[in-house]
């Protein structure tokens, strides 16, 4: 029994690899992907099946092993059994052949459920992967040497087959990049919304439904981000709808689009330049004889040919093939006229488009009958008036002299007749009619749409109170800094401080010369007053108001403060400190600067330490700033270009506002240079005021126009109003309210609405709202001076008529 135990187990280790080899050659023109198929599919869900398949294998194999080793125990009937031995041995053959063909057929039945579950199962496989770096082609091998022991290391040759496949596969398709496309899903570039209401997501190759994964809520999603490690690098493929694990080198190469480098990290951005072609013009000539002199002239012949063809075209003999499609298609068709070509539509006129046909003459009158009657018959004064007009005939008011014959045979022929008719048909030729679309506008579509008044309320609508008191022209107004007086000048040589509530005059000070401009100090801890009469600027001390404001500033303007610096000649010629006598510091006199030309304009500084002062007729010297707390001036321009009419101090910034007869130009003071020169497009500018934004400029001239300046869009108006009849000499903007007002020798005042939006992307909103004329015109002069209140919606105005009138809402 041993020695048939021996020859069992001998016979079947030499049967089952002849049977595996017999088997690899019959199947030797199966792909080497379906068998790595094969073997990567056992290792997913489904290799249950497999295992099982195997695992009775093994156990067929393992009652053969032991039926071998238990005959070494019947030693002792191995002679008498040796017939029934090799009958036996026969029959275990046989039955061992039927077992290897049945684990043939189940596996060839595993390869065909596999084939068909391996696009549902490439994902897993995916997930399966292993995390320690491993290849692959090591996990293969691992997989197959288990399988090997299982089999009683039958299995190794198909291993070595496998492992010789791959890698010839590896380097037949080691260039290939079909791989990189997704070649699980059939369906193609198609939106996969189209699935949203099915259980699958495509097809695979096989025609085979690739079902939906399943979707959990999101809780699941919450503690699958909480345990996952690998959750921030897993993304999900739209056309299978499974979760993809990026690798490594996945996450490297889209860190490195995202930093706009290149994918390739092999790649040297600063390899060596190749010249692959040469950049020096290589000058040789083509052939080895020079060209002939009628290469470079025209041919004569072909100019010949080109000037009939194009003669062809002109005259319609030669026709393209798109106008012979054309009558061909024209000739082919059925054609239908009209009996009468004119009567469903107008007669086709060359060259005229919808012309309109001549109007037929007048018939003619009873003046122009052979035989009229008497009262058309010139007498002797209508004789005398045609005579009259001999040298201008259109003037008559007939162009033919009315006669009477007793018959028609004495009517002579109409001398004018050829000419009349040339006259005509020279106007109907030169003169073509045809019909134009006649604009229908509206009137009330030419205004622009505005808001309406209502709704941009708070403004000056009624008169509230009338300035009486000064005995000439009232020229220039300015309010305090609180709004409860309001300081007056006039060609009375005085000036007044009334009390803006109640109309009282507080107090009149002479100031000996006519006062062109006044402004009071910005600065609410100084009680100051700037004067312009004549040629001395003087700061005056109203003394009303808060008493302790008042002594705080003679305190301050009592004394000169000491200073070393040298001041110049060209200053000293031009303005001079002169402390005020005591009779004119008991006035309110506190100190005096003398110019030696007339003082046009005063005005201050937004915080109340600098002054600027205009002297038109100054030339080089026009313009000077001064500092109240040093006591000394200067001159900040020392060429103006052209005559000053009026200077400005931006509400904000270190920026000087210069207006000269035509332009407008804007000087940093801490560049010491000119930033903006702004073009007014007018002869004469007489005032301006800026926009306590400090964006805006508003400009009044002499012309009639009102100019609103954008300075940051452009040096020319952004909005030209002509608002006035005649000159426009006043013009402010409120502090607070979005209004500006304009004053004019019409003896009108307008208040408009002006909003400058925080937007840039919006314009500015100027809507004009009230007008007034309650000033009346003294020596063509009207409205000399307005000025808002600091905090409510008010308007001042002085005219000639030697008052201030007061307007609120």
């Not at 020859?7 to 068998?35: Q, Y």
């Not at 007939?398 to 007793?406: C, G, V």
């Amino acid at each position: 029994m041993a020695k048939k135990g021996a020859r069992n187990k001998r016979k079947l280790e030499e049967h089952i690899p002849k049977k595996i080899e017999e088997e690899i050659n019959e199947e030797s023109d199966v792909e080497t992907d379906d068998l790595l198929n094969v073997i990567n599919n056992e290792e997913d869900a489904d290799s249950s099946d497999s295992d099982r398949d195997i695992e009775e294998s093994d156990g067929e194999v393992e009652d053969v092993l032991e039926s071998a080793t238990n005959g070494n125990d019947d030693d002792s009937d191995v002679e008498e059994e040796e017939d029934d031995a090799d009958e036996e041995e026969d029959d275990d053959v046989n039955e061992e052949e039927d077992d290897i063909d049945d684990e043939e057929d189940d596996v060839s039945s595993v390869e065909d459920e596999e084939n068909e579950g391996w696009t549902s199962s490439e994902n897993e496989e995916e997930e399966d992967k292993p995390k320690n770096g491993t290849s692959l082609s090591e996990t293969k091998s691992k997989t197959k040497s288990s399988k090997n022991k299982a089999d009683g290391g039958s299995v190794s040759s198909l291993t070595k087959l496998v492992k010789n496949d791959d890698n010839k596969e590896d380097d037949e398709y080691k260039n290939d990049s079909s791989d990189d496309e997704d070649i699980r899903n059939t369906v193609g570039n198609i939106p996969m919304k189209w699935y949203d209401e099915y259980k699958h997501i495509g097809y695979n190759w096989d025609g085979k439904k690739i079902l939906k994964p399943p979707q959990g809520d999101q809780l699941d999603e919450f503690l699958k981000k909480m345990e996952d490690p690998d959750f921030w690098r897993t993304v999900k493929d739209p056309q299978t709808g499974q979760d993809v694990v990026l690798s490594e080198q996945d996450i490297e190469l889209i860190r490195r689009i995202q930093a706009r480098r290149n994918p390739d990290a092999q790649f040297d951005e600063y390899a060596p330049w190749i010249e692959w072609f040469t950049s020096e013009v290589m000058q040789m000539p083509v052939r080895k004889f020079p060209e002939h002199k009628r290469s470079f002239l025209p041919s004569k012949s072909e100019a010949k040919k080109v000037s009939k063809l194009v003669h062809s075209l002109k005259m319609g003999w030669l026709k393209t093939l798109a106008e012979k499609e054309k009558e061909r298609t024209k000739k082919d068709a059925m054609n239908f006229y009209m009996l009468w070509e004119s009567d469903d539509q107008a007669e086709h006129m060359r060259r005229i488009y919808k012309h309109i046909s001549a109007p037929k003459r007048a018939l003619p009158g009873h003046a122009e009958s052979y035989n009229p009657p008497a009262e058309y018959l010139f007498n002797e004064k209508e004789m005398k008036l045609w005579k009259k007009y001999e040298e201008t005939p259109s003037k008559r008011k007939l162009h033919f002299l009315p006669q009477k014959y007793d018959s028609l045979r004495k009517v002579p022929s109409y001398s004018r007749f050829i000419k009349e008719r040339f006259l005509r048909c020279l106007d109907l030729y030169l003169c073509p009619r045809a019909i134009k679309m006649r604009l229908t506008i509206e009137p009330e579509d030419l205004v622009p749409k505005l808001p309406s008044p209502k709704d941009l309320q708070p403004f000056p609508s009624v008169q509230s109170i009338i300035y009486e008191g000064h005995s000439d022209m009232v020229r220039c107004i300015s309010v305090d800094k609180i709004g409860q007086y309001m300081v007056s000048g006039s060609d009375d040589t005085t000036i007044k401080i009334w009390e803006i509530n109640t109309g009282r005059c507080v107090k009149t000070i002479p100031v000996e010369g006519i006062v062109r401009s006044v402004e009071w100090c910005p600065n609410t801890a100084i009680n100051l007053i700037l004067v312009a009469a004549s040629n001395r600027v003087i700061l005056i001390n109203p003394n009303i108001g808060d008493y302790v404001v008042c002594e705080k500033t003679d305190e301050l303007l009592k004394e000169a403060p000491l200073s070393d610096l040298i001041i110049s000649d060209k200053v000293k010629t031009t303005v001079q400190w002169v402390d005020p006598t005591e009779e004119e510091y008991a006035k309110g006199f506190r100190l005096i600067l003398k110019h030696f030309k007339e003082v046009a304009q005063v005005t201050w500084h937004g915080k109340g330490d600098y002054f600027a002062t205009v002297m038109p007729e100054g030339a080089n010297k026009a313009v000077l700033i001064s500092q109240l707390s040093k006591r000394r001036s200067q001159i900040p321009l020392a060429k103006p270009k052209g005559l000053v009419q009026c200077v400005l101090f931006h509400p904000t910034r270190p920026m000087f506002f210069v207006a000269t007869q035509r332009h407008v130009r804007v000087y940093d003071l801490l560049k010491q240079a000119m930033v903006k020169k702004l073009t007014t497009e007018s002869k004469w500018v007489s005032k301006m005021d800026i926009h306590p934004g400090g964006d805006n400029l508003l400009v009044a001239t002499y012309d009639r126009k009102v100019l609103w300046f954008d300075l940051d869009l452009s040096t020319k108006p952004y909005q030209t109003l002509r608002l006035h009849p005649t000159a426009v000499r006043a013009i402010a903007y409120h502090k607070r309210y979005p209004l500006f007002a304009t004053g004019s020798d019409d003896t009108g005042v307008i208040v408009s609405h002006g909003m400058v939006y925080n937007d840039l992307l919006q314009n500015a909103l100027i809507v004009p709202l009230k007008r007034f004329e309650e000033h009346k015109r003294v020596n063509d002069f009207g409205v000399f001076d307005v000025k808002f209140h600091p905090h409510q919606p008010w308007v001042f105005s002085s005219g000639a008529d030697s008052t201030i009138r007061l307007h609120c809402n």
